[in-house]
């Protein structure tokens, strides 16, 4: 059984209210059809009315769900003969990013991503999904890769953050961040980038320069956690619930400041209620994304993530009006 | 220990008798001034005159944008880019526009970073100086598209590119549009790179987060301030994270070139210097 949310209790406590008159209705042999038939349109109800009007909060709280899929999950869904590739040849192996080589159908990809456990134990391993500099320096090494053998790249990002320590400070966090930045934007294959779960700060850009990036519907992207942003602003991380809401951090809301391409519909009450439905989801706005990048020329791919990256921002002049750039 | 607490503060009172510099990047006001480091007492015009760094123990006092410049262009050759350009809010953040207006009347600067073009020692240059007086020179829309700019000034004059950072980070209040303005300065830079046109970054203090994360660390040449606070993530959340004490130069430029992130720290009274040579050094490169 899903783990329930906070915000879906009425739901499930209306589910409970069914399933008890029909046990009661069994047991008694007394007929109570017409009273569930009304309880299962009003469940249906509010179903609806509770996921479509999601708060920003409570897609966070779908965003971080325990048994939300991760990028290993859909690597398993959407790409056959994938083949995990280790190690950023300096350092170490950061399994806070997965990566590897991979059929699309016929087309030979590279896929990367963050990586969070499912639990405790993967997590202590992976670190919660949060990369050291050589995660990013692996991830590098494997689109570098993809370029020489002209396969596209995907990424699917899905990290509160680059981890902020020690080790991770000494050996160059900021660099192996800044340098994909650079790297990302001079790759001369496609590039695709979907956001599946938590996109937080450039520990999600990352591997986020991408030519076409897509948000999941539930996902969430922001240059630092709600919780930071409290912590930050306000100096109390308990008022992460309004920092979520001031941000702008959903994926409607990141879309409609320019930011992404498309947000991929979820399945009702998020991506881990069913998480093949899901990937087929991915499936048709991923293969829509590479049908048209493909197309394009190495120049081509390099100008268009010039132009798409350039335009990002606003801002006006001194006794002007507002220009968005 | 209850005694150690009650001698320091009376050590306080005891010296306190012309006031430090409140905030480390407040340039000092007034006839005298304190260092903030060694509590050494000095005229301000000296202090001014010996480019803000302490006589006696060599602390570098942030320099504003316009300080910054007058030290390093010759007299009268910077010609500023995009002045009035100004933030706008584009997530209806609470309050933003009145900390904007705030930090405008403050420092006379229109936003946290000051960009244009000038020589150094006769060698053209185009030259992005970060301000950390302006919200504590945070990126968002308006220094990330001032800086792109810049870099896109140098790649079509075809002159080197120099930027001096100091900043917290993103800022906050325009969230991931603050995010995206390291993926758009980062495309300019590799278009700048692409051209093999130099890049020089010289890291000031503070140069923290997605500052830190972007343009800053890739410099064909990194350099730094001595004393500079440089790093990813704010120091307490690492010890809140790592729950355990750091060593004291922690995230420090010396603590970075010890760990290979800097390619030299540079005195301000050696730093025109040096920045000469380079410049001499690929002027000079073959066609």
Redesign the interface.
Same mark, same amino acid.
């Given at each position: 059984m899903t783990t329930e949310l906070e915000f879906e209790r009425p739901i499930r406590e209306l589910k409970d209210k069914i399933a008890e008159l029909q046990s009661f209705m069994k047991e008694k042999d007394i007929d109570l059809t017409e009273e569930i038939t009304r309880l299962e349109e009003k469940l249906n109800n509010l179903e609806n009315e509770t996921y479509e009007h999601m708060k920003p909060w409570d897609r966070v709280q779908i965003a971080r769900h325990a048994e939300r899929p991760t990028t290993l999950d859909y690597i398993s869904y959407l790409f056959t003969d994938f083949i995990e590739l280790h190690g950023d040849r300096l350092f170490a192996d950061d399994e806070a990013i997965v990566g590897g080589i991979a059929m699309y159908e016929d087309l030979p990809v590279t896929v990367i991503g963050h990586q969070r456990g499912k639990d405790t134990k993967e997590n202590i391993r992976r670190n919660f999904g949060m990369p050291h500099p050589e995660g990013y320096r692996k991830a590098l090494r494997l689109m570098k890769q993809a370029e020489k053998f002209n396969r596209p790249v995907i990424c699917f990002l899905d990290t509160k953050g680059a981890y902020p320590g020690m080790s991770a400070e000494e050996r160059g966090q900021s660099e192996a961040i800044a340098r994909n930045l650079v790297e990302m934007a001079g790759l001369t294959v496609p590039i695709v980038c979907i956001v599946i779960g938590e996109g937080a700060s450039g520990g999600a850009l990352g591997i986020g320069v991408g030519n076409h990036v897509h948000m999941l519907e539930n996902s969430w992207y922001s240059v630092i956690t709600p919780e930071g942003a409290a912590s930050i602003l306000w100096k109390d991380a308990t008022k992460a619930k309004l920092a979520a809401e001031s941000l702008k951090i959903t994926a409607p809301d990141v879309k409609e400041l320019g930011i992404i391409d498309e947000v991929i519909e979820e399945v009702k009450g998020g991506a881990h209620r069913d998480p093949k439905e899901q990937a087929e989801r991915i499936n048709v706005v991923l293969k829509a994304s590479l049908q048209e990048l493909l197309k394009l020329s190495k120049e081509e791919l390099v100008e268009q993530r010039y132009e798409k990256y350039k335009n990002m921002g606003q801002f006006t002049f001194v006794n002007d009006s507002i220009g968005v750039n | 220990m209850l005694k150690d607490f009650f001698s320091k503060n009376a050590k306080k009172k005891k010296y306190a008798t012309i006031p430090t510099a409140k905030i480390k990047h407040d340039v000092p006001e007034g006839l005298m001034s304190k260092c903030p480091e060694c509590k050494h007492i000095m005229y301000t015009k000296e202090l001014k005159k010996n480019l803000l760094v302490c006589q006696s123990c060599g602390y570098h006092y942030p320099m504003n944008s316009y300080e910054r410049i007058n030290s390093l262009l010759d007299e009268g050759s910077f010609i500023e880019y995009d002045k009035?350009?100004?933030?706008?809010n584009? =997530?209806n953040?609470?309050g933003y526009l009145e900390k904007l207006e705030g930090d405008r009347k403050k420092t006379q600067l229109?936003e946290a970073v000051v960009t244009g073009e000038g020589t150094i020692n006769d060698f053209p240059l185009v030259i992005a100086v970060m301000d950390s007086r302006f919200r504590m020179g945070s990126m968002?829309?308006?220094v990330?598209?001032k800086i792109?700019r810049a870099i896109e000034k140098a790649v079509e004059k075809k002159l080197p590119f120099i930027i001096f950072t100091a900043s917290g980070g993103?800022?906050?209040?325009?969230?991931? =549009?603050? =995010?995206?303005?390291?993926?758009?300065t980062?495309?300019? =830079?590799?278009?700048l790179?692409?051209n093999g046109q130099l890049f020089i970054s010289v890291m000031t203090h503070p140069t923290t987060?997605?500052v830190?994360?972007?343009?800053?660390?890739?410099g064909d040449y990194n350099f730094a301030e001595p004393g500079a606070l440089?790093?990813?993530?704010?120091r307490r959340?690492?010890e809140q994270?790592?729950r355990?004490e750091?060593p004291e130069d922690?995230?420090t430029a010396e603590f970075l070139f010890k760990?290979?992130?800097l390619d030299k720290v540079i005195k301000r009274s050696e730093l025109k210097e040096t920045l000469t040579k380079v410049l001499k050094i690929h002027a000079g490169g073959r066609e």
């Open positions: - | 009035e350009m100004i933030s706008d584009p =997530l953040f609470p229109n968002g829309s308006v990330g598209e792109t993103a800022r906050m209040q325009e969230g991931i =549009l603050s =995010l995206m303005q390291m993926a758009k980062s495309v300019a =830079l590799k278009r790179s692409e987060g997605g830190s994360a972007s343009f800053a660390s890739v440089i790093g990813f993530a704010g959340v690492i994270t790592i355990q750091l922690f995230q760990h290979g992130q």
